[in-house]
């Protein structure tokens, strides 16, 4: 998302410091803007602090499919803890606007259905998710301490499920596993009955949503969703990778890893009234460019 995020930055005339320790990221996706003397690239660990002298801060520094936050738990939630620490410390120090990329899982298993930003979750505390989930509920509460405490100009969007061109082919997330199975013709992997739901917002639509957000007036903070409220199991979803792709992948199911939600959609209606925004690409089309860059890479 982050070096989508740079592109938009820098069509719209900004200078861009992106900064990752390429824990999930790759210097691939930025490879493009290298040599663009408005864009720099600095390596560096968000659990460290940064000096640096900027307007406006995206934060959007966590491994982000189960795969990789799971792979070393204690350093997921220290990026989400103590990065938070670090980047409201410096948003508060050069007196900068910051946003946090926090996430859907901040409502855990839900009760209610779909999840607007008055419900507070039901997340397990010691659970194989938790170092994420909450990671990224304690990141929140520091964002509005910040706010409370120190006057920190904050903005905080919750992502739903989001997918697009650049993703990580290994990182498990159902899109990329989908996608990436069906152009090897390999077995198409489906948790459980294959009958829970999610909503899949395609990257520019939740890119324009956060641009959106972050020039929104100083007395807003949210937290806001930002999402595609569209909802399909995860057997629609296999059919229809398999039907764009032409692949002759077969389905096969699997046991439902622990703490998997069994439905997740956004209520937007926050999003609506307040950045004027809804998603525009639907799942087909977006599953169509997600395809052919697979397609590229792994050709
Ligand atoms: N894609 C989604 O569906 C989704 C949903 C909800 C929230 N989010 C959040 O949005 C953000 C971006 O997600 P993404 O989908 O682009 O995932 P991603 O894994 O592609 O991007 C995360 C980036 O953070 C970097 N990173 C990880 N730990 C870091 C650290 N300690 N210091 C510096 N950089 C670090 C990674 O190298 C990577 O470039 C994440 O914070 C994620 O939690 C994403």
Known sequence: ????????????????????????????NVAHLIGNPYFELQRHDVTFPLYV???QIYNLACPASPVHYQHDPVQTTKTSVHGAINILGL????RARVLQASTSEVYGDPEVHPQDEAYWGRVNPIGTRSCYDEGKRCAETLFF????????????VRIFNTYGPRMHPD??????????????????????DGAQTRSFCYVDDLIEAMLRMMSTDAGFQGPVNIGNPGEFT???????????????????FQPLPSDDPRQRQPDISLARKRLDWEPRVGLEDGLKETI???????S
Do not use: P, W
């Not at 938009?8 to 999930?24: I, K, M, P, Q, S």
């Not at 052919?292 to 792994?298: D, E, K, V």
């Open 1 to 28: 998302m982050g070096s989508h995020l740079c592109d938009r930055l820098l069509a719209a005339g900004h200078e861009v410091l992106c900064v990752d320790n390429y824990f999930t990221g790759t210097k691939r």
């Open 53 to 55: 002298e900027v307007d």
């Open 91 to 94: 948003a508060k120090r050069v």
């Open 145 to 156: 301490d910040y706010h409370r405490q120190h006057r920190v100009d904050i903005k905080v």
């Open 171 to 192: 990182d498990g997330r159902v899109v990329s596993n989908f996608v990436v199975q069906a152009i090897r013709g390999s077995d198409i992997t489906i948790y459980g």
């Open 234 to 252: 995860m057997l629609a979803l296999a059919e229809m990778v398999i039907r764009l792709t032409g692949s002759r992948s077969k389905l096969v």
């Open 292 to 298: 052919a860059y697979f397609r590229s890479i792994l």
